[in-house]
Nanobody, 122 residues
Framework: QVQLVESGGGLVQAGGSLRLSCAAS????????MAWFRQVPGKAREFVAA????????YHADSVKGRFTISRDNAKNIGYLQMDSLKPEDTALYYC???????????????WGQGTQVTVSS
């Protein structure tokens, strides 16, 4: 079992930055991938970024490429999502997830956090 707890969300003006954290506990993520998804009420969940925990290989959605960066701290078992140049359309509930593959398909992820709200004002 893996428990995931997100933090770092909040209210920020357009053009600003936030860093989300996802603390993992229960077991090591060395054979897993961690991803960030986001969801707006009434809309489908959207893949944001993923990282293979042991090798550090990353993937970012086109909508955030060049603005968001996913990373991880192996020693602390924490994943991060650095979000720069934020836009109002980035407003959403952001979730971290862990699973065997770093895929854009959320159904591959076994473990999910409760989410942290990010609101970007114009």
């Amino acid at each position: 079992q893996v428990q995931l707890v997100e933090s770092g969300g909040g209210l920020v003006q357009a053009g600003g930055s936030l860093r989300l954290s996802c603390a993992a506990s229960g077991r090591t993520l060395s054979s897993s991938a961690m991803a960030w998804f986001r969801q707006v009420p009434g809309k489908a969940r959207e893949f944001v970024a993923a990282i293979y925990w042991s090798e550090g290989r990353t993937y970012h959605a086109d909508s955030v490429k060049g603005r968001f960066t996913i990373s991880r701290d192996n020693a602390k078992n924490i994943g991060y999502l650095q979000m720069d140049s934020l836009k109002p359309e980035d407003t959403a509930l952001y979730y971290c997830a862990a699973g065997p593959r770093g895929t854009i398909d959320g159904d591959w992820y076994e473990y999910w956090g409760q989410g942290t709200q990010v609101t970007v004002s114009s």
